[in-house]
DNA sequence: CTGAAAGCGCTTACAG
DNA sequence: CTGAAAGCGCTTACAG
């Protein structure tokens, strides 16, 4: 910095305008009535002087921090980083920074954490859960600033949450699937997961809309890993029932059927076609990727954010289910560029 | 919130313990000198009424915003998500907030970005890029609050930068390979990226020490795709010189390559080590995994922001290079468990 | 050791 | 339409 000069403040402006003080900051502030001479004056010559208000006398004045708290479980969370990053960014934008706790770090109790947070003045609250269905406690009882749960669900329904459109994602898998021409469509998926339990029901969903049920009866349930993925697979052909297609309820589950598919000789996705969800392999996949859903975490984390600030007094009660995206890859596109060298058990 | 009940002030807990505004506000910060008794008092009255100070007026009244500016080129980038992610975790440990401008949102210039963040008054600035060494322009003379410069390195030699030990990275993979008998030690990188550049260096560096070269004379050099480590890894096996270990520049490599020598009857690790880099694959493989390197972005942001925070004025120009971790995985462990079923070409 | 007072820079009723 | 003044709640020289 070009020496700490005294910065310019709003009595200069004033004194340059030659008005007052308070004209000075009405004229900027865009209220109060005055003749349009007199405002364009003010506007000049902050515009002359460069001048910056002082953030911290107006936030003080006004009592509004800027500041908006956030409180999240895991911050190093896969799922989670992305949540808070959209959030973050988001608020960013609007000039509005960001005190984040979690409650994974120092061992402070929420109540706690709820307690610096209304101290610090922050202007709202952001709660980030980890995408599960487990209801979390609510906490917009405890203060009187707006508070908004995102990747979570509030256990207070008249609270907003705002969660990835879980079972809108199974329908539109299934639609995808049944446009293919799919018709006996199976499904892996884990247990223990309501969010899970969410796509699941999406998908059989969809498949009634078009008059189908799930193939093989019931979702074959397991955990979450490729091995689980691939045992699901096996078990698909040994049952013998033609499945057309399978949506797994994420990409590792993916990964590890289309590897069994593969290697057994049965075509992906001329014979069976895959889908997966997450869209996580690719972070780490530079080749064409298994056809998956992408849940849009860091686009929910800003449409949370943004929806804490804009809406006033009045916001929506309940839980608002954000629109997943279909991302197409090889293992649903006949036609599409099978990575042969690269996801391929076979390597050539 | 029980009702917008006014909130306890500095005069309330000076007047029940009957002493002045000043005495408050000193023993309550720990200066002054003043009788035990009488901070006690004090004291003790705050804890009565539950005091929370200000922090609004406190910041006002100090000039201090209690918000770290936060400047990144893009807020959702892979490995740029964790480094953010640890400095603002970090920060709001220490209970400051962060204002994050993200460059690629929002299409103003970085002298608005700066003179943004001078307004606002932040205490700090960190600067997030990358991870490439390109170096970027440094910001430093144009405030006079302290910046630190996080996954890159500034322009600026004046300046304090934080960068992943990738030399040092490299040299741990030349020692674990050398400690576990490994001698012709052969390289899989990518070109045009300076940082891996360092990690090849490193290599080279710590084979020497042991009175090595690397395999096969020079690095193989190619793209960052799993395609070229499996083009490279044929490369090797045609080449018939007895590799019997391989660093690969990142997973991605490392799991293309490993693809290529199993199906090719290569046993790993028992014929052919193989490493890799960045610690990505544990995001989404749930098995097993190759043995790699984690850069630690996470608590490199951390490291940064408590840097940022806890250096006064005496600030140590230069880049810092922060240790990477080896996470050992089976293909270097011969007795490790191999995930025949999950990493495996040959599906069971 | 303790207190009265000024000051941080802006906003906002309230008069004129 | 415009201005003088109080006030936001704390910190910090400065006196006593």
Redesign the pocket.
């Known amino acids: 910095m070009t020496g700490t000069r005294?910065?310019v403040?709003?009595?200069d402006v004033a004194q340059l305008a030659?008005?007052?003080?308070?004209?000075?900051?009405?004229a900027?502030?865009g209220?109060?009535?005055?003749?349009p001479?007199?405002?364009q004056r003010v506007v000049d010559a902050a515009a002359t002087l460069k001048?910056?208000?002082?953030t911290?006398?107006?936030s003080?004045?006004?009592?509004r921090s800027l500041v908006i708290g956030v409180v999240v479980e895991h911050s190093s969370d896969l799922f989670t980083m992305p949540v808070v990053m959209g959030v973050t960014s988001t608020l960013g934008n609007l000039d509005l920074a960001v005190l984040v706790y979690d409650a994974s770090e120092g061992p402070e109790r929420r109540t706690d954490v709820v307690a610096k947070l209304r101290a610090r003045m922050v202007d709202g609250i952001l709660v980030v859960g980890d995408g599960t269905k487990h209801p979390v406690p609510s906490i917009t009882g405890e203060v009187d600033v707006p508070v908004v749960y995102a990747f979570c669900e509030s256990e207070s329904a008249r609270d907003t949450s705002f969660m990835p459109d879980g079972f809108g994602a199974g329908r539109m898998v299934a639609e995808h699937l049944i446009g293919l021409g799919r018709r006996k469509i199976a499904h892996i998926t884990s247990g223990n997961d309501t969010s899970a339990a969410s796509r699941s029901a999406g998908l059989v969903a969809g498949l009634a809309d078009a008059g189908l049920s799930l193939a093989l009866t019931s979702p074959l349930v397991g955990d979450w890993s490729q091995a689980w993925g691939m045992t699901a697979a096996r078990e698909i052909l040994r049952r013998r029932e033609d499945v057309d297609a399978v949506f797994c309820g994420n990409d590792q589950l993916a990964v590890g059927a289309q590897r069994v598919f593969r290697s057994e000789g049965v075509r992906v996705p001329e014979d069976i076609a895959i889908v997966g969800y997450d869209n996580l392999n690719r972070l780490v996949e530079s080749a064409p990727l298994i056809t998956t859903v992408d849940p849009e975490l860091y686009r929910l984390g800003g449409t949370a954010a943004r929806y804490l600030v804009e809406s006033g007094a009045e916001r929506e009660p309940g839980v608002q289910h954000l629109p997943c995206t279909l991302i197409p890859g090889w293992s649903t596109q006949p036609d599409g560029a099978r990575p042969a060298a690269s996801f391929a058990d076979d390597a050539p």
């Open positions: 005294k910065a403040t709003l009595s030659g008005v007052s003080l308070s004209i000075a900051s009405k900027l502030r209220g109060g009535r005055m003749t001479a007199t405002r001048f910056r208000p002082n911290l006398a107006q003080f004045a006004q009592g």
